[in-house]
């Protein structure tokens, strides 16, 4: 008879641990997930935010446009429509510019969470392989941040008043 706790373990005992183990790998994932998904979002935002810009932009020049043709049909005098072109072109330059850099943070966007695609294809090869050959898998520690004999890092420690006296 082998002196393995592994083989001394009853069928509840084994289940339970397989289900706690299962519930840390699914949590485990989901937080990797929310990582990854929540980087590109803010990539997004920054792209969307950017492009915002040159929109608004876009709009007001606009309004420059048409003032600008309205005071050189009107005039034909170079100060007043000049100074008004150069505020719209101007205008419209940091438009382009800034629709370029919004549609150039929008390419860097990739919404797919690739990390943990490659995590859960390894657990389900971890899986195969335990399932093949049951007993020789040795399992993992559990992470720090899920382990209940740990400390917690948010505790709040009050002074004790007896000890002061």
């Known amino acids: 008879m082998s002196t393995d706790p592994r083989h001394e373990r009853t ?10 183990d299962i519930s840390t790998l699914v949590r485990s994932e989901i937080a990797l997930a929310k990582a990854e998904v929540s980087v590109q979002v803010k990539k997004a935002g920054v792209g969307g935010g950017l492009l915002a810009g040159a929109a608004v932009i876009g ?19 170079l100060p007043r429509w000049l100074s008004f072109l150069i505020v719209t072109v101007f205008m419209l330059l940091v438009a382009g ?3 370029m850099l919004g549609v150039k943070k ?32 040795v399992p993992a520690p559990r992470p720090e941040w899920d382990r ?5 890092t948010t505790a709040v420690t009050t002074p ?3 000890r002061d006296a």
């Open 11 to 20: 069928l509840g005992q084994l289940v339970a641990s397989a289900t706690q």
């Open 97 to 99: 510019v800034l629709a």
């Open 106 to 137: 929008m390419k860097t966007v990739n919404p797919t969470p690739e990390k943990t695609i490659s995590e859960a294809q390894t657990t389900v090869a971890a899986l195969k392989s335990a399932a093949e050959h049951p007993g020789t898998t």
């Open 59 to 77: 709009f007001y020049s606009v309004y420059f446009i048409f003032t600008t043709i309205a005071e050189g049909i009107q005039a034909l005098g």
């Open 148 to 152: 209940k004999d740990l400390p917690s």
């Open 160 to 162: 004790d008043p007896s």
